[in-house]
């Protein structure tokens, strides 16, 4: 938990490192870090608490072999917490149900719990600055606007042991893809392309390895230039 903790005031240490660079307004630049903090499973702690690691504008921790991450402490005294926890934990994710890229981005992490890394992507303006979220215990990424509230790119890695709502997983092959999905807007040896969907599959030997879904009217730099 100390570890977790670290780590996401680290996150609001480095957001409001780069704030300062590009702050458009008078607001204090740690608002904005708050703002994503209150966005993570735990809080961020006060300015006075802060240890800060000169040169640091990535955060890339996670906490140590054996230390008990958050789901594995049950809440109070509550029998049958923990139970309920590893229960969660087993459920299939479906991408398309539950977890969908355009959710609200605190839904989306207390769905998923505490993250394996956070890391800063810094902008060409303010507006477009944004956080990459990943969990290599799920096979995902999350990507998010610092000043949006909401999930904007969901990344499915080769990693990813869920399905998509259609049924799809990693490993489909394309033609199967196709039966599900349709004609595809456009298609080669690496990619078919969905757009109206804002669906980007990646293929190796015909077979799915990775995903891209993004929101609607997304800003981040990746959707423009898969659009392209």
């Known amino acids: 938990m100390k570890t977790f903790m670290r780590c996401v005031a680290l ?94 981005l605190d839904a989306a992490l207390s769905l998923l719990g505490p993250p394996k890394s956070i890391k800063i992507n810094r902008g060409t303006e303010p507006e477009v600055d944004s956080i990459s979220i990943e969990y290599l215990n799920h096979g995902l990424k999350i990507h998010a606007l610092t000043k949006e509230n909401r999930v904007e790119e969901l990344e499915v890695l080769p990693t990813f042991s869920g399905e998509f709502s259609s049924g799809m997983k990693i490993g489909t092959e394309i033609t199967d893809i196709m039966k599900m999905l349709g004609t595809p807007v456009s298609k080669d040896a690496s990619i078919i392309e969905y757009p109206e969907m804002r669906m980007y599959f990646f293929l190796k030997n015909d077979t799915l390895v990775s995903a891209r879904l993004f929101a609607r009217n997304s800003k981040l730099l990746d959707y423009k230039l898969l659009k392209q």
Not at 17 to 34: E, H, I, T
Not at 59 to 73: C, F
């Open 11 to 104: 996150l609001g240490v480095a957001i409001t490192v780069l704030q300062p660079a590009c702050q458009q307004n008078d607001a204090p630049a740690g608002d904005d870090a708050r703002a994503v903090g209150t966005l993570l499973p735990a809080p961020l702690v006060g300015d006075e608490d802060l240890a800060i690691v000169p040169g640091v504008d990535t955060v890339l921790s996670d906490a140590p072999t054996g230390d008990p991450g958050l789901n594995d402490v049950p809440v109070g005294d509550a029998p049958g917490a923990v139970e309920k926890n590893k229960t969660k934990e087993k459920e299939v994710l479906v991408i398309g149900k539950k977890l969908k890229a355009g959710m609200p």
